[in-house]
């Protein structure tokens, strides 16, 4: 079966022709891209194969030398992450897990909403009614992402003593308080114990049924991203090498010899 049959919906996020060179180094080479509302999509390849690069110039980060990115149907090329994080349709995680360590799980949270909840610094620090409302909506949606990811037992602990893989999902959460509709995810199961990867999969598949995100998932844990993902989008040399259902991708021989090691 063709995976693009199992995807339904319309182009969320179109990328055509993205290109980004790093002196002589072509990391990305003319790439184009589609991913549906309400998809789950992996972005795998070889180290070098140019996932990160092509994540730092879809979400900003870096300025792409070439190509165009719409993100519902709106053209974002060249706009710098943080205007793109500020309409809060698209967001990104990073490898790197930060969380604040002295605040509880529903703190860290709030304090994440609330760049998207409030229109201005002053509104944040009123003390009037207004804030009060927007205050307890951002509570409230706390509460409940922490429940849907699994951190209800630990609500009440500083994020500091919380383990890894909960910090990790700590700040997944954090990720879903501004409703985004795409969420791109930088190796979410790196360092993560057995036991909370499972969690950390069931929070992603959780999180794209019942809120209806759509995310593209850079990830090592090949087992875990064939388990996960509805389509599979290999690099290999900054270039689209395949990409099709998780069946499918196991058995292309141009991704066993480019990244499998066969």
Not at 62 to 80: C, E, K, N, S, Y
Request: net charge neutral.
């Amino acid at each position: 079966m063709n995976s693009l049959s199992l995807v339904r919906g319309k182009p969320l996020l179109t990328v055509r022709g993205l290109r980004k060179s790093y002196g002589a180094v072509q990391a990305v080479r003319g790439i184009d891209l589609d991913v549906r509302e309400r998809e789950l999509c992996c972005l795998m390849g070889p180290n070098g194969s140019g996932k990160s690069t092509f994540f730092d110039c879809v979400t900003g980060l870096q300025r792409a030398d070439a190509g165009t990115v719409h993100l519902d149907g709106v053209d974002i090329t060249g706009w710098p992450m943080h205007r793109i994080a500020h309409e809060g349709k698209m967001l990104r995680s990073f490898q790197k897990t930060v969380v604040f360590t002295t605040m509880t799980p529903e703190e860290n949270l709030i304090a994440a909403g609330q760049m998207f909840d409030f229109p201005n610094l002053l509104s944040t620090f009123s003390p009037g009614p207004g804030s009060r409302r927007r205050v307890a909506r951002l509570r409230e949606r706390a509460n409940h992402l922490i429940e849907m990811v699994g951190l209800s037992h630990v609500r009440d602990q500083n994020a500091g003593k919380l383990s890894f893989g909960q910090q990790k999902l700590l700040q997944f959460a954090s990720s879903l308080m501004p409703e985004p509709r795409l969420i791109l995810l930088d190796e979410p199961l790196a360092g993560v114990n057995p036991v909370l990867i499972e969690r950390i999969l069931d929070s992603i598949r959780n999180v794209n049924r019942e809120l209806g995100i759509t995310f593209i998932v850079v990830e090592h844990n090949i087992d875990a991203m064939m388990s996960l993902c509805q389509r599979v989008v290999v690099l290999d040399q900054g270039a689209l090498l395949d990409q099709g259902d998780p069946e499918t991708i196991m058995r292309s021989q141009k991704v066993v010899e480019a990244y499998l090691g066969g």
